[in-house]
């Protein structure tokens, strides 16, 4: 079983989709799978955010990716910078999202045989 890191540094659908497709399919591998949004990417993971985007022809569903992605195991982290470096707060999350600091997600991704960053 590998281990796959991936950051997130936007908010829009070509930083979204591709983590998303991505990492539900590593999960689906059976791969560990760990994303994580810097500040300029943690709006996205608000309740009702992911909702809202749109992906081009052909794209899947990314609710169902997140979804998935969490019911295989993946974690998804937001850097615990962008909420006080955006005015959000941690119980406006989607489900699944764990707030963490950056140290956090570098000790448990030093092992990743593969990273991605969008």
Known sequence: MAKVAITCNGAEGKNIFPPMILGSSAAALGDEVIIFFTPGGAPIMLKGELEKLKGAKG????????????????????????????????????????????TTFLNDAKDATLTFSF
């Open 59 to 102: 794209l899947p569903d990314i609710v169902e990716l997140y979804d998935g992605l969490i019911g295989l195991g993946g974690k998804i982290y937001v850097c615990e910078l962008a909420l006080g470096a955006q005015d959000l707060k941690a119980e406006d999350f989607r489900d699944g999202v764990e707030i963490v600091g950056a």
